[in-house]
Structures are given as C-alpha cells and as structure tokens.
C-alpha cells in the first residue's frame, strides 16, 4: 500500500514538474503586462492583440494548413507503406523498418539539414542553380517527420490482426482492393487515426525542419 502510494506521488510530482511552466504562462497570458512574471491585473488584451495581428494570423493559416496537409500526405504514405511491407518477404520488410528508424532516432536539426543538403543539390545540379525552396520543400520536410511515426503507429495493429483473414477474403471471392477495404482497414483504422492525430502534432510542433525547409 505503502509503495503504491509512493509510485502515485512520484507520477504527479513529474506531471506537475512538466506541465507547471505551462500553467505558469497560461495564468499570465490574463494579464496587460508583456513582462512575463509581471501581473498587472486582469486582462483579455494580450489575446486581442494577438487575434488583431494581421502577421500571426497569416502564420496561424499557413501553419495549420501545412500540418492539416502533411498529416493527410504522412497518414495516406504510411498507412499503405505499413501494410504492404506487412505482407512483403522478412528481409525487405526488415530493411524498409530500419530505414524507417532513422528519421525517429535522429535529431531534428540532422533531418533539416539533410533535407536542406539535398534539395540545395537537386536545385543547382536540375533546376538551373535556382533555389527550390517553397511550400512543397516545407510540405516535403514535414511529411519525413510524420510517415514513420505513422508507420509505427499502424504496425502493431496490424500485428495483432490474423494474417489469415486476407487471404481468406481473396479464398472466398473478394478483389484485391475490396478485402483490402472490408478486411484490413476496420482492423487497422484506430491506428491510422492515431497516427493521423500524433502526424498532425508533430507538424504543428516542428520549427526545425520548419526553418531549414521553407
């Protein structure tokens, strides 16, 4: 009892270490002061100003179109990505699984630059030496961040779904596509949306790749 007690405490002390500094901007957010930490009385005036702002809100725009987008490119690449290698050879599917480790074990900052190298190289050596960097480059450089999570999101749920079933669907007289849609989608779909969810995120928290890519 005692040691379950003491576990309890232990998880709320590091919640409450994690999420303190947020509720800490969060009660000065209601206030008039632009000094941090420096309460002047009540107030919405911070948040009219920031909805008033004609530049934050065309970057609020570009930033949820951007994660709106990339997570439905990211969710749609790894989702299929997923299955497919779920029912490719061992030694593919192995290979494709560690390529797709790198963009998660890797910081940041080594994915923008590796983008940033590449399509620096793609601009000078195919484009003329003209600079390619747009939207896509930066739609691009997100979707690298999400499809692997997405990949790992999808995989275990397709891992506890019995391998037989497809093949039973195909056995039976279903299409390809069709025992793709009945079959295997309603098994998989909590993890597709999951890594919808956690693609959409990531993008909406990204300003590395985000700076190197735009």
């Not at 195919?126 to 600079?131: D, I, N, R, V």
């Not at 079933?165 to 390809?176: I, M, N, Q, R």
Request: charged share 10%; net charge neutral; aromatic share 14%.
């Amino acid at each position: 009892m005692v040691k379950k007690i003491f576990s309890y405490c232990y998880i709320y002390l590091i919640l409450l270490f994690i999420y303190l500094p947020v509720f800490y901007l969060i009660v000065f957010s209601f206030t008039s002061s632009t000094t941090l930490g420096v309460w002047s009385g009540f107030s919405l005036k911070l948040y009219k100003d920031l909805f008033t702002n004609q530049e934050t809100l065309i970057a609020l725009g570009n930033t949820l179109i951007i994660a709106c987008i990339s997570a439905a490119v990211s969710t749609l690449i790894g989702s299929l990505g997923a299955i497919g290698l779920f029912y490719c050879k061992k030694g593919v599917r192995n290979v494709m699984e560690n390529i797709n480790q790198i963009p998660v074990v890797n910081a940041e900052i080594v994915i923008a630059m590796s983008l940033t190298v590449m399509f620096v190289f793609i601009g000078r050596y195919f484009f003329g030496g003209e600079s390619i960097f747009s939207f896509w480059t930066l739609l691009i450089g997100h979707c690298c961040l999400g499809i692997p999570f997405v990949y790992l999101n999808v995989k275990p749920k397709l891992t506890q779904m019995d391998p037989a079933l497809y093949e039973a669907a195909l056995d039976l007289g279903s299409t390809p596509t069709k025992a793709l849609h009945q079959v295997i989608l309603p098994q998989v779909i909590p993890g597709i949306l999951s890594g919808l969810m956690l693609s959409f995120t990531l993008s909406l928290d990204d300003f590395i790749v985000t700076a190197f890519t735009r």
